[in-house]
């Protein structure tokens, strides 16, 4: 299975102010996602992390506001930028199995976010 | 748009008893998820159901897919404190990220 890690596992952070999440993987991958939970909610997708290429973003969310990076195959950033209290959730990073893993999709262990 | 409906969303439970969450998706998906999460952590993926009729099982969870039906069912047998967490369903199609249900929050009482 793949590993995964992400940096910071939470943070606090007045309104305003950006904050950049980071996702390791422990081998390449080619598809990798950035999630967002919210409080005592479901997963909703925010885009798909394109290496070498601009990300695609889902309905409601934008590049000014989520700009993610991927610079390789084992490595993407999300940055969430002028955050306000709505942007408080679990920041999840996903990455779909490579050869042999039968098509699983494994989860980071998230980056909850807390804005005041 | 491929959608994914669980239910029931809240499910109080009685250990050693059975009982069974649902899984409908709205669009052909070839591929369906099962995932556990815990308070205050990520998601523990629980099966991969690829073809219509797979069935998994793992410990006291069964996973079955029915995609002419479109349905896909976790069966819990015998219920202990230790499953109570919240159980997501997730379908996906070709290479199209995972779409997830709302979620059944499991509470396993003595």
């Known amino acids: 299975s793949a590993v995964i890690s992400q940096k910071p596992s939470r943070d606090i952070c007045q309104r305003g102010t950006s904050l950049t999440i980071q996702c390791q993987v422990d081998?390449?991958?080619?598809?990798m996602f950035w999630y967002r939970q919210q409080p005592g909610q479901s997963l909703t997708l925010i885009a798909t992390?394109?290496?070498?290429?601009?990300?695609?973003?889902e309905s409601g969310f934008v590049i000014d506001k989520f700009p993610i990076s991927r610079p390789n195959l084992t490595f993407s950033t999300l940055t969430v930028s002028n955050m306000s209290p709505e942007d408080s959730s679990i920041y999840l990073c996903?990455?779909?199995?490579?050869?042999?893993?039968?098509?699983?999709?494994?989860f980071g262990p998230g980056t909850r976010l807390t804005v005041t | 748009e491929l959608k994914v409906e669980q239910n029931p969303l809240f499910l109080s439970m009685q250990e050693g008893k059975n009982y069974t969450i649902y899984c409908n998706y709205s669009?052909?998906?070839?591929?369906l998820y099962w995932y556990r999460q815990d308070p205050g952590k990520s998601l523990e993926s629980l099966f991969v159901?690829?073809?219509?009729?797979a069935v998994k099982q793992e410990g006291r969870l069964m996973a079955s897919l029915d995609t002419k039906a479109r349905l896909s069912t976790l069966h819990i047998t015998a219920a202990v404190h230790d499953l109570s967490a919240t159980y997501f369903c997730?379908?996906?199609?070709?290479?199209?990220?995972?779409?997830f249900g709302k979620g059944t929050r499991l509470s396993v009482i003595a």
């Open positions: 996903s990455v779909v199995g490579g050869e042999g893993q039968g098509l699983e999709q494994y």
């Open positions: 081998s390449q991958v080619t598809m």
């Open positions: 159901l690829l073809s219509n009729g």
């Open positions: 997730a379908a996906s199609s070709g290479n199209t990220p995972l779409v």
């Open positions: 992390a394109n290496q070498g290429s601009e990300a695609t973003y």
């Open positions: 669009t052909t998906s070839d591929r």
